[in-house]
Structures are given as structure tokens and as C-alpha cells.
């Protein structure tokens, strides 16, 4: 079975500084991982995805994020944040070998930006 | 596209009535998940649907839930008959094969049971 372990609940930073969204994964076979974004009353938006290959992935709104195999971390990170950026942000993960299974997602991470 | 779209959109119902949910999925999406969210649990898998049948419903809570896709265009959820611990913002979600994990979410259903 997989679990993803969203390591910090709430991230407050500064407008234009930069930030990063700790996930660790748990995973006897190959995963495939991915960072979702809720805006409030919204529902969950897909940021970017890792499937295969380069383990450096852009997403949108200039976010990015690294798989790092060794260390089972798909952390999500931005060079300079907006006031748009204040939102829940969740980890997931999938093991598309295991027919039928589908997102397991973290307990999410509030990042809240403030000028 | 309109998107998924859910139905209501807040929900207010008193402990022991039926509520239904409703959602329509992304036109051509052959793939269908309901999620509930709390702060207590985050964001859970309930049950998803691949060609409108029922593939995994282990996230189902108990005997009080059931949900039914009667067609591709058309689900629901129903609780009955609901707890004060249902209390949850309810999604539904969709997806194409071959990119089964980047799902569309809908706004969700805001349930309050008093």
C-alpha cells in the first residue's frame, strides 16, 4: 500500500519570497506522484505531475517540484510567491502497476502569503 | 466545458434524513470518483466508477452510504440516514482512461447535519 506524509500543516511566508511544500512518500513499487492545488471554495486543481523521466517538473503557475527516489520525497517548491499563491496545497500518489487503484492524497499544506 | 458539476452546492439537513448528491462528469471522462473532505480525515476516496460500474467502493463508510451511476453522464450519493458526523465537504471527480490520476474536481457539496 502507499501513504504520503505532508510534513509542515501550515507555511507562512512573505509576498515574492520563496517556499517549499514538503512530501514524503511510502511505496513498495513504483509510484507515480503529483501535486494538487485547492483555492478556497474550489475544488482541487491538478499542478503538475511526475510520471516518468526527468525527475524535475514544471507545473503551472510557476511551480515546480523534484522526485528524489532515494529519499522518497516529491517536494514542491516556487522561486517567488504571489498573494495568489494562498491556498491548500496536497501531495498524491498512485502505483500504477496495482490495477484498480487510484490518488492517495497527504493531509494537504495551507500556504498563506502575506505582503 | 462546463466542467464537473455538482449539485447542491450547500447542503443543511437534520440527523436521520436521506441526502442525495449529484454530480455530472466532464463529457467523454469514462472515469468517476466521490471524495469527502474534513479537517479531521483530509481528503478521502469514497468509491469511483470506470464505464458507469463500481470498481472499488472500499471508502465507503458504512451500510448508510450508496452510490449509483445510471448513466455516463449522471451520479449520485446517497446517505441514509445521515449522522451529524457526516458533516463534510463531499467532491466528485473525473478522469480518462490513460490519465486516469489527473482528475477534474468539482466544486464539492458543503453537508452540515445538525
Known amino acids: 500500500a502507499q501513504s504520503v506524509t505532508q510534513l509542515d500543516s501550515q507555511v507562512p511566508v512573505f509576498e515574492e519570497a520563496p517556499v517549499e511544500l514538503r512530501c514524503n512518500y511510502s511505496?513498495?513499487?513504483?509510484?507515480?506522484l503529483f501535486w494538487y492545488v485547492q483555492y478556497p471554495n474550489q475544488g482541487l486543481q491538478l499542478l503538475l505531475k511526475?510520471?516518468?523521466?526527468?525527475?524535475l517538473v514544471k507545473g503551472i503557475n510557476g511551480f515546480e517540484a523534484e522526485f528524489n527516489k532515494s529519499q522518497t520525497s516529491f517536494h514542491l517548491r516556487k522561486p517567488s510567491v504571489h498573494i495568489s499563491d494562498t491556498a491548500e496545497y496536497f501531495c498524491?500518489?498512485?502505483?500504477?502497476?496495482?490495477?484498480?487503484?487510484?490518488?492517495?492524497f497527504g493531509k494537504g499544506t495551507t500556504l498563506s502569503v502575506s505582503s | 466545458d462546463a466542467g464537473v458539476i455538482q449539485s447542491p452546492r450547500h447542503e443543511v439537513t437534520e440527523m436521520g434524513q436521506e441526502v442525495t448528491l449529484r454530480c455530472k462528469p466532464i463529457s467523454g471522462h469514462d472515469y468517476l470518483f466521490w471524495y469527502r473532505q474534513t479537517m479531521m480525515r483530509g481528503l478521502e476516496l469514497l468509491i469511483y466508477?470506470?464505464?458507469?460500474?463500481?470498481?472499488?467502493d472500499s471508502g465507503m463508510p458504512e451500510d448508510r452510504f450508496s452510490a449509483k451511476m445510471p448513466n455516463a453522464s449522471f451520479s449520485t450519493l446517497k446517505i441514509q440516514p445521515s449522522e451529524p458526523r457526516d458533516s463534510a465537504v463531499y467532491f466528485c471527480?473525473?478522469?480518462?482512461?490513460?490519465?486516469?490520476?489527473?482528475?477534474?474536481f468539482g466544486p464539492g457539496t458543503r453537508l452540515t447535519v445538525t
Open positions: 511505496s513498495s513499487v513504483s509510484v507515480y
Open positions: 498524491a500518489v498512485s502505483a500504477p502497476i496495482q490495477a484498480g487503484t487510484a490518488l492517495i
Open positions: 471527480a473525473s478522469s480518462l482512461t490513460g490519465a486516469i490520476y489527473e482528475q477534474y
Open positions: 466508477f470506470n464505464n458507469n460500474v463500481p470498481i472499488d
Open positions: 511526475y510520471l516518468s523521466g526527468s525527475t
